[in-house]
């Protein structure tokens, strides 16, 4: 890989640092069709993987200003962001490596703070946004729907009152 190279896939990995959650993934003991199966069910999810090198990734996390994650680049690092969601790749990764027993999801960086394996696993049993947007929508919906019943309620009553006062005549 020539200079420039370097250079460019550093300012790519900048890039991806800067997304709302980026978590580092372990996927040594997971085979091929493994590895594929899970690239499928996050491109699913509008989440994107990338295999990182290791060095151009520290390069980029010292660009990025974002050092405290260096110590977690060894071995077979892959990157699992996602460009509208936080949440999102968290419960993609921890479900998946839940059911497969194999790799492990090592940290990551939400909204620009550092993340543990344990705060992952938090992160990823938050509602997503979409999820979140859906409840209050649903709360702020109600009280209008009861007005909406209400009304119609009383129309309802009256003409069953008068259909009452006719079969007593």
Request: charged residues 25%; glycine residues 6%.
């Amino acid at each position: 890989m020539t200079r420039e190279q370097k250079i460019k896939v550093v300012e790519e990995y900048v890039g991806i640092f800067e997304k709302p959650g980026v978590y580092l993934m372990d996927f040594k003991g997971l085979n091929v069709a493994e590895i594929t199966a899970l690239r499928k069910k996050l491109r699913e999810a509008n989440v994107s993987m990338r295999v990182v090198k290791n060095t151009l990734a520290k390069r980029a996390l010292e660009k990025a200003g974002t050092q405290s994650l260096n110590s977690f680049f060894v071995g077979p690092v892959g990157l699992v962001y996602s460009v509208e969601d936080s949440v999102i790749p968290a419960r993609i990764l921890i479900e998946f490596l839940k059911e497969l027993k194999k790799g492990t999801v090592k940290a990551g960086i939400v909204d620009g703070a550092v993340v543990d394996e344990n705060e992952i696993k938090a992160i990823s049993k938050i509602p997503t946004k979409i999820e979140l947007q859906a409840k209050t929508a649903t709360i702020l919906n109600a009280p209008l729907v009861r007005l909406a019943q209400v009304l119609n309620a009383l129309p309802v009553k009256l003409a069953r009152t008068i259909q009452a006062i006719e079969g007593k005549e």
